[in-house]
T-cell receptor, first 111, second 111 residues
Framework: QKEVEQNSGPLSVPEGAIASLNCTYSDRGSQSFFWYRQYSGKSPELIMSIYSNGDKEDGRFTAQLNKASQYVSLLIRDSQPSDSATYLCAVNILGNNDMRFGAGTRLTVKP | DVKVTQSSRYLVKRTGEKVFLECVQDMDHENMFWYRQDPGLGLRLIYFSYDVKMKEKGDIPEGYSVSREKKERFSLILESASTNQTSMYLC??????????FGPGTRLLVL
């Protein structure tokens, strides 16, 4: 089992819809969770981090964490074509330098 | 803003050449990382460093070495480049075990 698993996609949604990206992780000791966005040919850039169970909202983005079920998700409301990218989930054991990345989900938002 | 820079965006080298990839960060971060990213495989950690002159192997250190003589600079060395080292190389830095900030990446082609 991979340490961090994501559906590779592609996930395609129409403009204005909600895009839902999911990630599961295997290590119950994981404490911090991150979502990165990576445009084609570019490096990953941080969108959000989340540390406790529940929802965290930042503009059109909401991260959701459920440690009991070992999953973390990212919702993108009012999706725009500019949101088309690969989204990477990353998981870290707090205080540990070993960040684990999922392989990413490719999202396409169609106008 | 955190800034992580990498010495080259694109490199073409021949098999057997020694290759140096340099990374510099300007946020006084103690941790620095080298990853390679390949389609379908996601980000794989090659080496990381948590202090000057300190280094730890990641998941795929074979064929690579690193050097960290100054806090802001972390170099990745391919002692004898091979075609299977053709990849995108990403450098990142972080403070503690938290968010990693990525450089723009170096796309290396080994012929």
């Amino acid at each position: 089992q991979k340490e961090v698993e994501q559906n590779s996609g592609p996930l395609s949604v129409p403009e204005g819809a909600i895009a839902s990206l999911n990630c599961t992780y295997s290590d119950r000791g994981s404490q911090s969770f991150f979502w990165y966005r990576q445009y084609s040919g570019k490096s990953p850039e941080l969108i959000m981090s989340i540390y406790s169970n529940g929802d965290k909202e930042d503009g059109r983005f909401t991260a959701q964490l459920n440690k009991a079920s070992q999953y973390v998700s990212l919702l993108i409301r009012d999706s725009q074509p500019s949101d088309s990218a690969t989204y990477l989930c990353a998981v870290n054991i707090l205080g540990n330098n070993d960040m684990r990345f999922g392989a990413g989900t490719r999202l396409t938002v169609k106008p | 803003d955190v800034k992580v820079t990498q010495s080259s965006r694109y490199l073409v080298k021949r098999t057997g050449e020694k290759v140096f990839l340099e990374c510099v960060q300007d946020m006084d971060h103690e941790n620095m990382f080298w990853y390679r990213q390949d389609p379908g495989l996601g980000l794989r950690l090659i080496y990381f460093s948590y202090d000057v002159k300190m280094k730890e192997k990641g998941d795929i250190p074979e064929g690579y070495s690193v050097s960290r003589e100054k806090k802001e600079r972390f170099s990745l060395i391919l002692e004898s480049a091979s075609t299977n080292q053709t990849s995108m190389y990403l450098c990142a830095s972080s403070a503690g075990g938290e968010t990693q900030y990525f450089g723009p990446g170096t796309r290396l082609l080994v012929l």
